[in-house]
């Protein structure tokens, strides 16, 4: 029988492939990699189907926010159609070397709402990564179909209680943001913020690599 590797394939959802490796991240006290995060983020936008939202993987995020070119970045940033939708997650990695693959050390969760045309930049370490947040904005200024947007650091954003959990946090401050947005409540200036510094606690944090875990055994199993 040959020997299982890192490298196998144990699951195609959408447009991600995770390996046997990325159980092995959520299986300990590990920092989250790009796939966990772009498959938790593909399993939102099969959750939470809507044309108005949108939940931009890690990788597209990153080029946003690092190309070099601006006619390149235009052509690159068109098919994602961002001046329709209403709700945008973008995860920020604080990597700067476009020639290293899943560099950086942390992640945060940067959201445009468009009823208040507002980008609010989540960071579970005390604001880390806001310099990083902020250069995606700006990259994003041309794209988004408005011109008068604000920036916005959340300070009630829950603060992690390890050095590894950041990309945790990122996954649930997105789930509790696309819950705000089905929901009936009002889409005024209080946002999520209460919602998500009342849900998003360090232990339901922590449940949340387990939970993932059970989540792909059991996408495995309808396969």
Avoid at 96 to 124: I, Y
Avoid at 169 to 187: G, H, M, N, T
Wanted: glycine share 4%; net charge negative; proline share 5%.
């Amino acid at each position: 029988m040959p020997r299982s590797s890192a490298d196998d394939k144990i699951l195609s959802y959408n447009d991600v492939v995770l390996r046997r490796s990325d159980l092995t991240i959520l299986n300990g006290p590990y920092f989250l990699n790009d796939r966990i995060i772009e498959f938790y983020f593909s399993y939102l936008s099969s959750s939470h189907p809507s044309e108005h939202v949108l939940l931009v993987p890690p990788s597209i995020a990153f080029w946003i926010m690092n190309c070099p070119d601006i006619d390149s970045l235009k052509d690159f940033i068109q098919p994602l159609n961002l001046p329709s939708k209403n709700l945008i997650i973008f995860p920020v990695n604080n990597n700067d070397d476009v020639a290293v693959a899943e560099g950086g050390s942390h992640w945060s969760l940067l959201a445009f709402e468009r009823t208040n045309n507002v980008f609010v930049h989540h960071d579970s370490n005390g604001g880390m990564n806001k310099n990083y947040a902020k250069r995606l904005c700006r990259s994003l200024g041309l794209y988004i179909g408005v011109s008068d947007t604000r920036y916005v650091e959340c300070e009630s954003s829950p603060q992690q209680e390890t050095g590894y959990d950041c990309g945790l946090y990122v996954l649930a401050i997105a789930k509790e943001i696309c819950e705000w947005f089905d929901s009936d409540v009002p889409k005024n200036e209080d946002l999520w913020f209460a919602r998500v510094e009342e849900r998003v606690t360090h232990e339901k944090v922590s449940a949340l690599r387990a939970e993932i875990l059970g989540l792909i055994v059991s996408l495995r199993g309808t396969k």
